[in-house]
């Protein structure tokens, strides 16, 4: 039986931006870059102290090796306690945001990486 969500795939043009951005701009930080010798790398980020973490693969050299998978960008939502505060601090940073928005489990607002993927951000009741 699964019981937790362990990593997620998140397939990009370009790693060393979507690093770039997820560490310097998000807060995030590297846990591995991996590279396997043959021009595979995989890098692991995730906020201090979480529990899951995503893994960014280059989406070109995995739809080669891998032509089935569906390489969209998952729609990933992260959660955060004071939303405000977190959505001044994207906007200072050049992140493009959404507005906040007051849904039925809490107020939420969307960002976009620097290849223009889209995730939510939610400050849970």
């Known amino acids: 039986m699964i019981n937790k969500v362990g990593k997620i795939m998140l397939y990009v043009d370009n790693q ?5 951005f997820w560490t ?20 692991e980020i995730a ?7 995503i893994v960014l693969h280059n989406k070109e050299l995995i739809a080669k090796m891998s032509p089935e998978l569906n390489l969209g960008t998952p729609s990933l939502m ?15 940073k050049n992140i493009i945001v959404g ?5 039925p489990s809490g107020r939420v607002f969307n960002f976009a990486d ?3 993927n889209y995730f939510a951000v939610m400050e849970k009741r």
């Open 114 to 116: 620097s290849e223009e």
């Open 78 to 92: 992260f959660f955060a306690e004071n939303l405000e505060q977190l959505h001044s601090d994207f906007s200072n």
């Open 16 to 20: 060393d931006e979507a690093v770039d």
């Open 99 to 103: 507005e906040i928005v007051n849904m």
């Open 24 to 43: 310097k701009k998000i807060g995030f930080i590297v846990i591995s870059d991996e590279n396997n010798g043959q021009g595979m790398r995989w890098i």
């Open 47 to 53: 906020p201090r102290d979480a529990g899951t973490s």
